[in-house]
């Protein structure tokens, strides 16, 4: 047992137990506390698999602006407590359902493909050489410009939108 | 990985953290001592000689105080917020270099904890973390105004996040690397201050709001919010945000000498490393004056005038300052290097323009008032 595979299973057991801390909590802010500990996981995980660059965007974008601006908003409304008892009744039984299915399909997937071990034996090789953020830059802007432009204007796009809807009318106080 | 390179690295990284809280601590001395002779006061000269023992006298006082954990507080987050506040302070300067190599004990020691290939971006993830802390604080003292001071630290420092990555950004295409070393190699002959002057007065100014200093100390405005995020911490929960404000200056200060002002690199500075540290920590010292120089010169600004200024006025201009970076590259690259200097002259003319703006503007307010 090497010293990777000891701090891949203590982080997958921290990823697991954040996760299930989040959905059980009943405190809106320490729900989206444990969201946060749970993305740090997966960062470390990313750089455990040679991908500085996603771990590092994983913890910019993720864990700092998407779930501070949550934190405001929870906040900001003070929707900290959670009201007791199910809002939707059907929702659980349902959850539990569909949950179970994907369970399912994940696991047959897995055991389908157990004896396939080859291109997990060391994914890092390639992208762990000084040369990876270079290398991923020149595919992201040669390979994927398209893709990559056009969620830049999505994003424009978004932005615009929020700044029309918020924007107060003529006449209005 | 040798044991003698695990002990090197454990030295290395207790020695920084040893510098940084002794430098919190003088710090403050510092800052006190330059804020009196500004307004003609003395400043503290009763402890020590010149008062170089204030820092340990403040410390003693803080250590025997009552600690008071407000009633309805949640206790959890408010015992662990000032840890979540330092904690980024701290871990954030692992990647600044104070210097190449040297010899010491027969061994070649690197004069850096960790050199790694994101080493800008490792910087703006700690930094977006580092808002928690002051989130969290101000909202577990179940405190309106800590609440307020929450609110508003969450939506400035993200606000002027971005800013702050634009002004990496252009220091990154100049040095066309993000590990911390090169760029600190790329100013080899010309510092970045001099390639992006404009780009250097953004960072300057967005780091005054990520550390919440005046005339951007909203989070704490005593005034408005009797002291924001932190008006229910005593003792040395207190101390532990205080430390907290004082090493992201130091580090916002560290990073910003390695990024435009030519980090380590001087005069002599080949043939002597140790000259290395040294270099670093004048500049760090100059730095840390300019923050100190503005403290005790502006007022605080109104609040919807910060986040008016954040997105108005300096995403704008920071989003034309990466543009012309990039052109001017381009130029230089393509056609002859000498055209890297319509670098700094686009960028000081997209400055003089905002100002230009930023007059025009507040006269027309003054004329519509009278």
């Known amino acids: 047992m090497d010293l990777t595979l000891i701090l891949f299973i203590v982080l997958a057991v921290v990823a697991i137990l954040t996760a299930l801390g989040m959905l059980a909590s009943r405190s809106a802010i320490y729900a989206a506390l444990f969201l ?68 399912a399909e994940a696991g047959y997937l897995l055991f389908q493909r157990l004896h396939i071990t080859a291109g997990l034996a060391n994914p890092g090789a390639e992208v762990n050489a000084p040369e990876a953020i270079q290398a991923m830059a020149l595919s992201l802007f040669n390979q994927y410009l398209l893709p990559f432009e056009v969620t830049s204007v999505l994003l424009l796009v978004a932005m615009v939108g929020v700044i029309v809807l918020t924007k107060k009318e003529k006449g209005e106080s | 990985m040798t044991f003698a390179l695990l002990i090197e690295w454990l030295i290395k990284g207790f020695v920084l953290v040893l510098v940084l809280l002794g430098g919190f601590a003088y710090l403050t001395l510092y800052e006190r001592k330059a804020l009196a002779r500004i307004q003609v006061r003395i400043g503290p000269n009763r402890a020590g000689p010149w008062g170089i023992l204030q820092p340990i006298a403040d410390a003693i006082k803080l250590i025997f105080k009552e600690e008071l954990i407000p009633a309805k507080a949640d206790k959890l987050l408010f015992i662990l917020a000032p840890v979540v506040t330092l904690v ?6 692992a990647v600044v270099p104070w210097g190449s190599e040297i010899m010491m004990f027969g061994r070649v020691i690197t004069l850096y904890i960790a050199d790694i290939n994101v080493g800008v971006l490792y910087i703006m993830s700690v930094a977006s973390i580092a808002v928690y802390g002051v989130v969290l604080a ?19 420092m993200i606000s002027y996040e971005m800013s702050l990555g634009l002004a990496f950004i252009s220091a990154i295409m100049l040095a066309g690397s993000m590990r911390m070393l090169d760029i600190v190699e790329a100013q ?23 550390v919440n200093r005046p005339p951007f100390d909203m989070p704490e405005a005593e005034q408005e919010l009797t002291a924001g995020y932190h008006v229910e911490y005593s003792g040395m929960k207190f101390a532990l945000l205080f430390m907290a404000e004082y090493d992201k200056m130091i580090a916002i200060s560290a990073i910003g000498a390695t990024l435009f002002f030519g980090g380590f690199r001087g005069p002599f500075v080949d043939t002597y490393p140790w000259l290395g540290p040294i270099y670093m920590l004048l500049k760090l010292v100059i730095l840390l004056f300019g923050m100190i120089w503005v403290r005790a010169t502006f ?16 995403l704008p201009l920071s989003l034309a300052i990466v543009f012309i970076t990039a052109a001017g590259i381009l130029l230089a690259e393509q056609v002859n290097p000498l055209l890297i200097w319509t670098v700094p002259a686009l960028s000081l003319l997209a400055g003089v323009f905002t100002i230009a703006m930023i007059d025009r503007e507040l006269r027309r307010k003054e004329y519509a008032r009278a």
Do not use: H
């Open chain 1, 36 to 103: 946060v500990l749970n993305f740090a996981t997966v960062a470390i995980f990313y750089l455990m698999l040679g991908a500085p660059f996603i771990a590092m965007a994983q913890v910019t974008v993720y864990a700092g602006a998407i779930m501070v601006l949550f934190l405001f908003v929870i906040m900001l409304l003070g929707a900290e407590k959670l009201p007791k008892g199910e809002v939707l009744p059907w929702q659980r039984p349902l959850a539990i359902g569909l949950a179970a299915v994907l369970l």
């Open chain 2, 88 to 93: 980024p302070a701290l871990v954030i300067t």
């Open chain 2, 138 to 156: 101000g909202w577990s003292s179940n405190n309106k105004y800590a609440m307020m001071g929450g609110l508003r630290s969450s939506a400035q």
């Open chain 2, 188 to 210: 080899r002959t010309l510092w970045f201050v001099l390639l992006q002057p404009v780009g250097t007065a953004i960072f300057l100014i967005a780091t005054l709001a990520e």
């Open chain 2, 299 to 314: 007022p605080r600004i109104r609040y919807d005038r910060l986040m008016a200024f954040g997105w108005k006025v300096m």
